[in-house]
């Protein structure tokens, strides 16, 4: 069974401070990797997606992909309370199974 | 634009009604989702529609019937449902199906769905 891991929560961070979240999956075929932020309430909101190796930055946000290890990353740099909510990690597999992991609650303290 | 609209936004129904769920987007996108997320738990797959025709089921009860009239819209129908089935309904879109490519999904802001 394809599995997607993530760093248990809830996370908490100092406003300004860095935030990592970490998502691990099974499947060595997964080809895509999303993240997704969701707010309480809400549906879950696309940040990212990475398909190779190595690191992707979009403002505040950056991916980071390493398929050996079969891990992948999201950092939150300068973390605003804004950015409290549940983050999702999204692997796609075979380009038959989306996967979604667990969610990783964060909490950005004022 | 990144829109998927899902209408009703809450529904209230009994376990012997008929409801139905809609979802729209005209982003030409050509596969659309069906996933179920209970609180505190990430979405989960129920259906794809690829080009109009249904690509997955995820072993989904025959209470719930998924429709999908033209490449823009996207129902599912529900009949006999369980208190158990109280949950947000999303509703997804992306450029290729699962089973052609990789593309991102964009969410609907979802159906509150109360199953009383």
């Known amino acids: 069974q394809k599995e997607v891991e993530q760093n248990s929560g809830p996370l908490s961070v100092p406003e300004g401070a860095i935030a990592s979240l970490n998502c691990t999956y099974s499947?060595?075929?997964?080809?895509?990797f999303f993240w997704y932020r969701q707010y309480s309430g809400k549906s879950p909101e696309l940040i990212m997606f990475?398909?190779?190796?190595g690191d992707k930055e979009d403002g505040r946000f950056t991916a980071q992909l390493n398929k050996a290890s079969q891990y992948v990353s999201l950092l939150i740099r300068d973390s605003q309370p804004s950015d409290s909510a549940t983050y999702l990690c999204?692997?796609?597999?075979?380009?038959?199974?989306?996967?979604f992991g667990p969610g990783t609650r964060l909490s950005v303290l004022p | 634009d990144t829109e998927v609209t899902q209408t009703p936004k809450h529904l209230v129904m009994g376990m012997t009604n008929k409801k139905s769920l809609k979802c729209e987007q005209h982003?030409?996108?050509?596969?659309m989702y069906w996933y179920k997320q209970k609180a505190k738990k990430p979405p989960e797959l129920m259906f794809v529609?690829?080009?109009?025709?249904?690509?997955i089921n995820e072993s989904v009860p025959s209470r719930f019937s998924p429709e999908c009239p033209n490449s823009s819209l996207l129902n599912l129908h529900l009949h006999a449902l369980q208190p158990e089935d109280s949950a947000l309904y999303l509703c997804?879109?992306?450029?290729?199906?699962?089973?052609?490519?990789?593309?991102?999904?964009?969410f609907g802001p979802g159906t509150r769905l109360t199953v009383l």
């Open positions: 997804a879109s992306s450029q290729e199906s699962l089973s052609g490519g990789t593309d991102t999904q964009y």
């Open positions: 499947d060595r075929g997964s080809q895509s």
């Open positions: 990475i398909y190779s190796n």
């Open positions: 999204a692997v796609m597999s075979d380009g038959q199974n989306f996967v």
């Open positions: 982003m030409g996108h050509r596969a």
């Open positions: 529609y690829s080009y109009e025709k249904l690509s």
